[in-house]
């Protein structure tokens, strides 16, 4: 794999100096520090851990973010075991980690931090919609929360330092690790070709990461739900930086595998933007499934009845339009009448099973990689 053609490595000669809170990177080091998120009322300071390795040799900056879902737990451990002084040896170039983006939240073990009720991983800056709009005036009316203007300030710095970003993530409490790829988006038409090299480069790293890459909604919903102000959301969209979310596995602990998954995939990137030596290796630690066409994350199927779940398949199984995903039962064990068996609603796989036991009527089954022919450079939604 070579690394992208915008950004050859013989034209970085200089090592830039990259400083983030008060960590400031320095040729041959790793360096700790802190940025300040904000004050809390007990007179503490909420701050964010940061770590900047930096090589001898220039090369990109790369940042790695993780845990901005405080019970999502694998990924800081990944960065905790790539990052740290022995990747120096021979790393070109600079990365930069985060390995919690809401202490808070990995405190409490909870998504949210207690201070917040929104996600926030919708909190960077990011198209809010026309302002003619009704819904967008209305949006526009909510002053800024206090992640959203610690995450503006931090994008700043991923803005005007980052070529790429990986940002870590988990799925659910039986879930597969995989990749997911974002739309590129743009407003005019004459973006559209930065915008199309921009997913080529996106692309090509998912693929380098090295686990099943898994295609986000399409513009509307994504806009919708405010995927585009997430953390490699707004870095591929906003900053126009090739970004990634990686998802390893289950959430609330750290699973060995999904972790290797994560380690090894980090490597990978790092190798494909020549910043260290060597090819990316394969991920064998998870399932990596293979389909012959392009998938998006939906949740299905749903449950038509109410009982107790039990399942058919696991995370990462291949599955057919039609294949038994699931059976209901009532408290006896007796099958539920009529609705008792849960199928494929279409040809994918198993990105990961929704729910434990319990199952009412109308709730989603699993969550699955369905075919996609949605285009991957689209128009901002009007
Ligand atoms: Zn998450």
């Known amino acids: ?127 809010t919609g026309p302002v003619s709009d009704p819904v967008t005036a209305e949006r526009q009316q909510h002053p800024p929360s206090i992640y959203d203007l610690a995450m503006e300030r931090l994008f700043q710095d991923i803005h005007s330092t980052a070529d790429y970003l990986v940002d870590l993530h988990c799925y659910g409490l039986q879930s597969s690790s995989f990749t997911i790829r974002d739309r590129v988006l743009y407003h005019k038409e004459e973006e559209l070709p930065t915008a199309n090299s921009l997913y080529r480069q996106m692309d090509e790293m998912c693929r380098a990461f090295g686990l099943p890459v898994v295609n986000e909604s399409e513009a509307g919903r994504y806009v919708d739900q405010k995927l585009h102000r997430s953390t490699s959301g707004a870095a591929l969209n906003e900053a126009r930086i090739p970004a990634i979310t990686v998802e390893l596995g289950l959430i609330g602990g750290v699973d060995p595998d999904a972790l290797s998954a994560g380690r090894t995939g980090l490597y990978n990137v790092l190798k494909w ?96 990689a369905m075919r996609d022919d949605a285009p991957m450079v689209e128009p901002f939604p009007a």
Not at 70 to 88: Q, S
Not at 107 to 114: E, G, K, L
Not at 285 to 294: A, H, K, L, Q
Not at 296 to 313: C, D, F, T
């Open 1 to 127: 794999m070579t690394p992208p053609v915008s950004m050859p490595l013989e034209d970085i000669v200089e090592t830039k100096t990259v400083q983030v809170g008060t960590a400031e990177s320095r040729p041959g080091e790793i360096v700790y520090g802190w940025f300040d998120l904000a004050q809390l009322p007990t007179g503490h300071v909420e701050r964010l851990p940061v770590i900047i390795a930096q090589g001898r040799e220039p090369g990109p900056v790369f940042w790695f973010t993780a845990n901005i879902h405080g019970d999502e737990l694998t990924g800081m451990a990944a960065i905790h075991d790539v990052v740290k002084p022995d990747l120096l040896e021979n790393l070109r170039g600079t990365v930069v980690a985060i390995p919690s983006l809401n202490p808070a939240g990995l405190r409490t073990v909870r998504r949210v931090p207690y201070f917040e009720s929104q996600d926030p991983n919708r909190s960077f800056p990011g198209y």
């Open 273 to 368: 933007a020549g910043m260290l030596p060597g090819e990316p290796e394969k991920i064998i630690s998870v399932p990596v499934p293979e389909v012959p066409f392009s998938t998006r994350r939906e949740n299905s199927p749903r449950a038509r009845a109410s009982g107790i779940l039990r399942y058919h398949v696991r995370p990462g199984d291949i599955v057919s339009e039609g294949d038994l995903i699931g059976t209901l039962t009532d408290i006896f064990g007796t099958p539920v009448p009529e609705f008792s068996e849960i199928r494929a609603e279409s040809d994918g796989w198993i990105i990961s099973l929704s729910r434990g036991a319990i199952c009412y009527q109308g709730q989603t089954v699993t969550n699955m």
